[in-house]
T-cell receptor
């Protein structure tokens, strides 16, 4: 079993919808959880960074971690065409760890 | 200027040729990484280095080698390129927070 599983999509939703992107992981030692956003032909950039279980909100984005289920989610409210990108999850044991990514989910927001 | 610079940005080569991809960073970070991205497979870690004297294999190191010439420079070599090494290659750095900063990518095509 790969350490981090993520549905590659593509996921197409209409503008204004709530988007849910998800990852599962197998290593119970993961404590830190990152979401990166990658636009076409660009390098990924950090979008959200959380520690342990719970929710973290930043504008229209909410990251949610359920360590008991080894399940992490990224919610996007009021989705915009500019949110169209690939979203990659990356859990870590410590901030100094090497980073293994999920496959990434391609998201298309339809105007 | 970009914090993480990759050269070349695009390269077409033939099977059996030796190729070097170079990466330099101005972030002052100790940690540097090389990832490969293929459609549907996400970002996969090839090699990583936590300081100048530390080199580690990642998920898919076969067929690749690296050199950490200085804190700011980390190069990836393909000793004898083969077509299934055609991919988009990313260099990245990280500091104490663990956040990765990526270059713009190097697109390699092996004919």
């Amino acid at each position: 079993q790969k350490e981090v599983e993520q549905d590659p999509g593509p996921l197409s939703v209409p503008e204004g919808a709530i988007v849910s992107l998800n990852c599962t992981y197998s290593n119970s030692a993961f404590q830190y959880f990152m979401w990166y956003r990658q636009y076409s032909r660009k390098g990924p950039e950090l979008l959200m960074y959380t520690y342990s279980s719970g929710n973290k909100e930043d504008g229209r984005f909410t990251a949610q971690v359920d360590k008991s289920s080894k399940y992490i989610s990224l919610f996007i409210r009021d989705s915009q065409p500019s949110d169209s990108a690939t979203y990659l999850c990356a859990p870590l044991v410590t901030p100094g760890d090497k980073i293994i990514f999920g496959k990434g989910t391609r998201l298309h927001i339809l105007p | 200027d970009a914090d993480v610079t990759q050269t070349p940005r695009n390269r077409i080569t033939k099977t059996g040729k030796r190729i070097m991809l170079e990466c330099s960073q101005t972030k002052g970070h100790d940690r540097m990484y090389w990832y490969r991205q293929d459609p549907g497979l996400g970002l996969r870690l090839i090699y990583y280095s936590f300081d100048v004297k530390d080199i580690n294999k990642g998920e898919i190191s076969d067929g690749y080698s690296v050199s950490r010439q200085a804190q700011a420079k980390f190069s990836l070599s393909l000793e004898s390129a083969i077509p299934n090494q055609t991919a988009l290659y990313f260099c990245a750095t990280s500091g104490i927070t663990g956040e990765l900063f990526f270059g713009e990518g190097s697109r390699l095509t092996v004919l």
